[in-house]
């Protein structure tokens, strides 16, 4: 019976095996023999080759791919006791380095505008926040530059859209009929204080 570790030439001999070529290279290499990772590289290459391409890389990802294996059997060849276990050690190392490549390639793919901006949250551009800090910066700047009486009244009107006129009576210590007046001078002040400060 041929097992996988054999099969017959053209000739009818038994002849060696990827995987008996790879152990007996391997044990050459180990023992001192330097041409002997050519032979090992030349056995596996086609083998490993079929493994990665099988995830669905092209040419110039596989070839990626099994560099980084043969790298990385080069960098931990020592922790491989078993010279019969060097080809399963590669082909597992490739089939795990294709495993990533192809998940890394996922998380790289380029993603349309329009899905984009569907998945980004809704948020003003960084120009616009620039531009809105700026005139925030410039009110509150023009603002201190009031008398108190019209800065507390401004601050509490800024952030209500329906002042308690009779609250802001006692507040600010002024008649309720003259807040409404009183408002007014304050922003007609806050108005030119913003016109000087923009043409500084």
Known sequence: MVTMSEHRGAEGQLEESPWDKASGAFT????GDAT???ELVSAMTPVLW???????????SAEDVIQATWLGFVRLHRTIADPQ???SWLITSARRGA???TKAARRAAPVE??????????????ETVAVLDDEAARLWGAVATLDDRCRRLLRVIAF???????ALSQDLDMPV???GPTRARCLAKLRTALTRGGER
């Open 99 to 101: 495993a990533a490549h």
């Open 28 to 31: 050459a290499w180990r023992a």
């Open 50 to 60: 079929h493994v990665v391409r099988a995830y669905g890389h092209d040419r110039s």
């Open 177 to 179: 009929g003259s807040i």
């Open 85 to 87: 276990a060097v080809a």
């Open 113 to 126: 505008d329009e899905a984009l901006a569907a998945a980004l949250p809704d948020e003003e551009s960084a």
């Open 160 to 166: 209500m859209d329906r002042p308690d006129y009779h």
């Open 36 to 38: 002997a990772v050519d």
